[in-house]
């Protein structure tokens, strides 16, 4: 199952979407040994991230594209 998660965009607020990160381990590291899902790493995050312009509709899309397995193509 691909899960999409929020995150922290570049206007600071959680108004985008990203696949899961793969590797929570690096994750957590990057962000100083705390899991934030919230915020995007080069180092192990993969694309596309996307910006909704809406916290509540950011929530929404990562809801909807969990709940339909939806995967990023190569």
Known sequence: ?????VIVTDS???SGIAPACPWPDVHAMMHGGK???A???DECCI???IECYSER????LAHLL???NAEVCS
Do not use: C, K, L
């Open 47 to 49: 694309g596309p991230r």
């Open 12 to 14: 600071e607020s959680a």
């Open 66 to 68: 969990t709940e339909a």
């Open 35 to 37: 899991p934030d899902d």
């Open 39 to 41: 915020w995007v790493y």
């Open 1 to 5: 199952m691909s899960a999409w998660r």
């Open 57 to 60: 509709q950011a929530a929404r």
